[in-house]
């Protein structure tokens, strides 16, 4: 029978403990609420240690435990340790690990595991006991009652929380449907910290290989920078080789182009056809291939050094135009994480990059319009991060446009499913102009992409309060981001917007165009996480639009600028002039209108443009 808790009861008669507040009654309903407050703060604690000491705390109110443990699964899978612990002795907590079914922690967390593969990471509400007289599953050393619930997250188990008591029949029934729901909580919250930690480890390395980038961009020799970029790697994650394969597209094959150990160089290994070996397999699926034993994988075969045990490698793509592969290789078992593959994958566009601007150095000296054509690439790279089509939304036609002012521009957009009938849309301003601005902006892309804001659960303030919370983390000097964040309900026709930063929205309804009073400081430029919104009850052929500001900040040199009054009279007139045009219509036109006033000079800021428009 498929659980996710485990009660372990003793039956010599021993003292019972203390009074605690019923589960049931409104004083545990208190402390409940106090638990799981403290729960809730675990993702922005700084001091994992002491946020689990306040929450057992908090819990013992209600469940009379002696002893208290949170352990970790592996990577693997197989095996649980202790994160932290109180009331056990240190050569347990530092010695002892459990494998799966072993010992109570170790039961839960097989069955755990069992039912997220077979349930797709659904919970379930069934108990079992274990019986101590028969030794199914011996409690911990000096207890006498055990209870132990697995933390799971979303799609996968994170571990064990553990509670002992030194008495017999410590622990009810009622006491673990308590911790149970508390292990709920408690796994997805772990979770998000561990998303937060990663987080702030990904803008420490972001920023750091910023500042490294500089060194990079003046080396002119490539096998100089990719001994640079080999420096810059080593400092991130431990590997013992090195190298560097690049796409020859008239031989249509992989051919070496730079390997090396942490201590010494070593030959390149041969060409490899498409799909051919690790390196082959990731080129042609166009991503990241990793394995922990490389001697188990069909695909691999011996290249470079005998003693490779676990291998990492991600394509470097530009524009979808394969450039090569980064190989990673370790001699140790399982040494690349996935936490490992998501940072390489993230810094394989740089390298990527970074390898380009090499070859056009190179090319310069005897070609130099082929800057121009990189400067291009590069721009269209940039768009390729952006959705490259409106999304399909029953009853919503979408139109978007964007426009930099420079070749990189600093505007972002994104849309994506919000849970089952929804559809967030964004649309945001990066301070400044040119890569930095770039950079910042398709960082904002990934985060609004994963963390709270990929959570349907959150809704748009929460977002902004996980957006700022994350930017400011960055401290990049004078960057921070205006951005509009909205959440439309196909069902009900209903739309829920925040803004921070941005223009007001507007709303174009029986053909009046009305500004949508709703502002707020820009993310990342100060500690406000309070962020209002706005509920609109839609009826079909109402139009709402979203610009940034240089939209009606348009001018041209010593000229007052484009001005809110007339982007209301350009909406009026568009919406109104028939009943068949589309939401990319009205989107293009204020771009157009823009275009006109500038009287053919050059923009001096990015323009984006974002349209709904409800069909039915």
């Known amino acids: 029978m498929p659980t996710e808790t485990l009660l372990a009861r003793s039956t010599p008669p021993q003292a019972a403990p203390g009074p605690s507040p019923e589960p049931g009654t409104s004083s545990g309903l208190d402390a409940l609420s106090s638990v799981l407050e403290a729960v809730g703060d675990l993702p922005t604690s700084r001091d994992r240690d002491a946020a689990f000491a306040r929450i057992l705390e908090q819990l013992r109110e209600v469940v009379p435990w002696h002893t208290a443990a949170v352990l970790y699964l592996d990577d693997a899978g197989s095996e649980l340790t202790f994160r932290w612990s109180q009331g056990l002795p240190d050569s347990v907590t530092e010695r002892w690990r459990f494998g799966l079914g072993q010992g109570l922690v170790g039961r839960v967390a097989e069955q755990a595991l069992t039912d997220v593969e077979s349930a797709g990471g659904r919970s ?5 006991e274990c019986d101590l007289d028969r030794q ?232 130099e319009q082929r800057l121009a054509r990189d400067l291009t690439t590069a721009r269209e790279v940039q768009h390729y991060l952006l959705p490259r089509r409106s999304p399909w939304v029953p009853g919503l036609q979408v139109g978007v446009a964007n426009v930099p002012a420079q070749h990189l521009g600093g505007d972002i957009y994104d849309f994506y499913s919000y849970g089952e009938g929804r559809t967030a849309f964004a649309i945001g301003d990066v301070a400044g102009k040119g890569t930095g601005a770039a950079l910042y902006g398709s960082l904002t892309v990934g985060l609004l992409r994963g963390g709270y804001a990929g959570d349907s659960q959150c809704d748009p303030p929460c977002v902004m309060a996980y957006l700022n919370d994350e930017l400011r983390q960055l401290d990049v000097d004078r960057r921070f981001l205006a951005l509009g964040f909205a959440v439309y309900r196909s ?45 609109l009850e839609l009826q079909p052929g109402d139009v709402v639009v979203f610009t940034t500001d240089g939209i009606d900040e348009c001018s041209v040199p010593g000229g007052e600028p484009f001005g809110s009054e007339r982007v209301r009279e350009l909406l009026e007139h568009e919406t109104s002039r028939t009943r068949t045009w589309i939401a990319q219509d009205l989107a293009d036109a204020l771009v157009h209108a823009t275009d006109e006033y500038l009287e053919g000079m050059q923009a001096n800021d990015d323009r984006t443009v974002l349209v709904l428009k409800v069909t039915g």
């Open 124 to 128: 379930f509400a069934l108990d079992d």
């Open 136 to 367: 199914e599953c011996p409690p911990l050393p000096g207890l006498r009652s055990e209870m132990a619930v697995p933390l799971v997250g979303h799609e996968q188990v994170l571990g064990v929380l553990d509670l002992g008591s030194r008495d017999s029949d410590a622990f009810t029934a009622e006491h673990l449907q308590f911790v149970r729901l508390v292990g709920r909580h408690l796994g997805r919250n772990i979770e998000r910290s561990c998303a937060h930690d990663r987080a702030r480890r990904l803008a420490e390395n972001l920023s750091f290989l910023q500042q490294a980038g500089h060194d990079l961009t003046s080396i002119l020799d490539r096998k100089l920078l990719l001994e640079r970029i080999s420096d810059v790697l080593g400092r991130l994650l431990e590997y013992q080789i090195f190298s560097v394969m690049v796409w020859n597209e008239e031989a249509q094959h992989l051919e070496p182009l730079f390997s090396r150990r942490q201590q010494d160089d070593i030959p390149g290994v041969g060409v490899l056809k498409l799909g051919e070996g690790l390196c082959g397999s990731a080129a042609a699926l166009r991503q990241p291939v990793r394995v922990g034993n490389v001697q188990s994988d069909s695909r691999y075969f011996q290249c470079a050094d005998e003693r490779v045990r676990s291998e990492m490698v991600v394509p470097l793509v530009i524009e979808d135009r394969l450039l090569g592969v980064v190989d990673l290789a370790s001699f140790e078992y399982d040494a690349f994480t996935e936490e490992h593959e998501q940072l390489l994958q993230t810094l394989a566009s740089s390298i990527a990059v970074a390898l380009e601007n090499a070859n056009l150095y190179e090319r310069l000296r005897r070609d």
């Open 491 to 535: 069902a009900d026709r209903r739309l829920e917007l925040s803004n921070a930063g941005l223009p007001y929205p507007w709303l174009i309804r029986d053909g009046r165009a009305r500004e949508l009073e709703l502002g707020g400081l820009p993310l990342g430029a100060t500690q406000h996480r309070e962020r209002g919104s706005l509920v």
